[in-house]
């Protein structure tokens, strides 16, 4: 048969029959016993029997008013009621159980409460109870969970003395094993301010522990390091911001010393976290790599640097060039490339000798640089060959032209103007050597959309060579609209 709902008259009535039942129960009042019928049975909050006897359950509930004394809060937080019969009523409810001791536990659990109601006679009774407690704090046997509740506090305080005292002992063993450690070991707070840095420090960049406790981390680094390390923090904070929590991070940064000295450490760090997943500090190692650094330096000059000038070296013109052209389709500006190469060189080798042919290649390297602008590019292609490029001239073809053209008269004119040139004394009587030099210069102004790598290589040699076949010492540009013509 399906329930109905109550009529509002004897909703009335139950209700207040439940609640003088709740107002019994929590205040430990034994008269709730004679509520029950005499063809009672319930089941009991820990058990997982059915109680068929009316003497048995008033035992029960004696047993569970001596185990809690004082009175109970019940918060509740649901009702309901439904008819089975003329002369039977279900009350359903829902409520905290606030128990008058220090343990909060239960009071976060939701109890949930069955009285069938009957019609006897002209009395209600209560012919049936089921209270429901989450099965997790109810051991087996226990009418009700303070027994177990009890236990678990006591664990609980075990539990907590017994991880302080490892904890204590474990920031001891950590301490011993910092202070000789040779890497920098350091923890921070969630705002990046320095809680605790080993002696390594010290020992690395001169600075005692306490000075620096409170300090923000940033404050390690020089001023380039800093907007580095922040904006690896910024793509951090935006991978959280997406869900994605990170981990160790590894990077390099530049750090400043007592002495003002800069050094350079490799950094893995890695947050910490709370139970909910936030960020609440910090800990990292730090370990000193300026030796390492300055090899891969070394390297890198060795493989992208023309030894003797310090310019790019073909490697890194490639490079260069291969950007070049890519931010030309980016903004539609024209670039230029240019191809020098010194007239007559190898007549002031074979008369003073390869370190005086040295001493120019490197004077023109310098004229060179103070010939253009800051993000431009000259190179060393080669023996005597040099490569200028330069890049977002000016999105009109005409007028990009025109400051290519007047770069390279400058640069004509300047590498044009005699040079002294210091030899070693012991080389020859006279160590200074007075020297002209001229330059055949080829040129071609490229975009992005119609020129290749090689092509710009291509037109600009082949300009070159124009400019040597007519008698040297002078520019020609590639005619990129007569080839297109064609």
Sequence with gaps: MMASAVPSDRQRQIRSLFDQYIEMYASRDERLTARFSENFSGYTGGGNFLVKDRDAWAKITRQDFAQVQGRIGIEMLDFSMQDL?????????????????????????????VLIFRLEGADWKIVHSGISIPYHLVQEGEVYPLKGLRERNSALEALVEARTLALHESEARYRLLTEDALDVIWKTDRHLRITYISPADERLRGYKAEELMGHHVFELFSDEGAAAVKKIMQQ????????????????????????????????????????????????????????????????????????????????????????????????ACYAALMFLDLDNFKSLNDAHGHGVGDLLLMEVANRLRNCVRGVDTVARFGGDEFVVMLGELDPNKAQSFELARTVAEKIHTSLSEPYLLAARPEDMADPTVAHRCSASIGAVVFSGNEASQNDVLRWADAAMYQAKNAGRNSIRFYDLEARLAQ
Excluded at 88 to 98: E, Q, S
Excluded at 263 to 292: C, F, K, M, N
């Design 236 to 331: 951090s904070q935006a991978s959280e911001h997406l869900g994605t929590q990170v981990g160790f991070l590894t990077f390099e940064v530049q750090h400043r010393c007592r002495d003002g000295r800069l050094l350079w450490g490799e950094v893995r760090s890695r947050p910490e976290r709370d139970a909910q997943g936030a960020i609440t500090g910090y800990h990292g190692i730090t370990r000193e790599i300026t030796e390492r650094k300055q090899l891969e330096d070394q390297v890198r000059q060795l493989a992208f640097y023309d030894p003797l000038t310090r310019l790019p070296n073909r490697r890194l013109l490639n490079d260069r060039l291969s950007q070049a052209l890519a931010a030309s389709k980016r903004s």
């Design 85 to 113: 019969s003329a002369d039977v009523v279900v009350a359903t409810a829902f409520f905290h159980i606030h128990l008058p001791l220090p343990d909060h536990i239960l009071s976060r659990e939701t109890a949930r409460l």
